[in-house]
């Protein structure tokens, strides 16, 4: 099933974290805390503007982004446990290597 999100909607799947800690501990799953990274997987067409003119998101498939930690609404599409949030909901867009002196490529999905 193809699924496509109305309006200002974004679409997520949640990014897993490490199961380790910097110092080798291993985090039982009881103890983990719902990521608040993910990838874009779907936009919808923008929202509409005072003048009823549509504007576009500033997200795109494949984006690395990361949200509130109560952000969206989880659905489960395909078997794929998802989230769909307003863009307003997203806090910024991840991109990989700009802290690190790098030329603020993004990471390909």
């Known amino acids: 099933m193809k699924f496509r999100p109305l309006h200002d909607r974004v679409v997520v799947r949640r990014l897993e974290e ?3 800690t910097k110092g080798g501990i291993i985090i039982p799953d009881t103890a ?3 990521p608040q990274q993910g ?3 779907a936009v ?3 929202a509409r503007n005072e003048e ?3 504007v576009t998101l500033d997200v795109k498939e494949g984006d690395r982004v990361l949200f ?3 952000s969206g609404t989880e659905v489960k ?3 794929e446990d998802l989230l769909i949030m307003k863009e307003s909901d997203i806090l910024g867009v991840i991109e990989i ?3 690190e002196g790098g030329k603020g490529k993004k990471k390909a999905a």
Do not use: T
Request: aromatic share 4%; hydrophobic share 30%.
């Open 18 to 20: 490490e199961e380790r």
């Open 32 to 34: 983990k805390e719902k």
């Open 39 to 41: 990838e874009v997987v």
């Open 44 to 46: 919808g067409p923008g």
């Open 52 to 54: 009823g003119k549509l």
């Open 68 to 70: 509130g930690k109560w």
């Open 77 to 79: 599409i395909d078997g």
């Open 97 to 99: 290597g700009a802290a």
